[in-house]
């Protein structure tokens, strides 16, 4: 199926579902969900695979909130995100749609402490260091936000003045840009939009995947 936009209800499922997350709800108007967002979702990211899929396979991530070790008990997500990644932490383009909008992102969302280790390894080294910083500082020109978990000092082993430090401060580091909701939202200006941003990550995920991969560590 060619993707064409989310539904016309995306967004009001979503500012509903904000008012009210109960199961109540969900059942109701678990149809627009179906209708309006995953199913646009599964086709905007089956349309977007023959380019990026060599990152791994699109996944449309699960409507329900893990609440095992969360005190916020509502159950189900405000939001649905589509990623394509080999693995949590070395590379992805992510997309997601929800009450703020269309929002795209990726990087490195997540380090396991192997992750980690091989990004500030990476990150110190003079040549592999300041080709992500300008990979960085591109992407913040075209207008994404960089962000992600950060030390409030220094990493141990790395003294303040180092000239990446900001760099080496982060346990993890994504970059990400949002549009609000809008008439594009539902129509097929939003693949353009997803895939131009997800073109101008790509350095950025090349870097993540030669640099920092997927984790070493047995799956949890």
Known sequence: MRF??????????????????????????????LDDVRAPMEALLAELEPEFGGLGEP???????????????????????GVIEQGRGGGAYYVQV????????????HLEADQLARFRTAVDDPRRGSALEKIIAKLTRAGFTIQGERLKTKPRGYELDHPRIDLLRHKSLYAAITWPPDDVLHERGSFDRVRKAWRALRPFNEWAADHVGISERPAR
Do not use: M
């Open 4 to 33: 064409l936009g989310f539904g016309e209800h995306a967004i009001d499922f979503y500012d509903g579902l904000e008012a009210d997350n109960s199961k109540v709800y969900w059942d109701a108007h678990k149809h627009q969900y």
């Open 59 to 81: 996944k449309v991530f699960r409507p329900y909130r893990d609440v095992r070790f969360s005190k916020e008990k509502t159950p189900y997500k405000t939001h649905c995100g």
């Open 98 to 109: 929800g009450p703020e909008g269309l929002r795209v992102g990726g990087g490195c969302f």
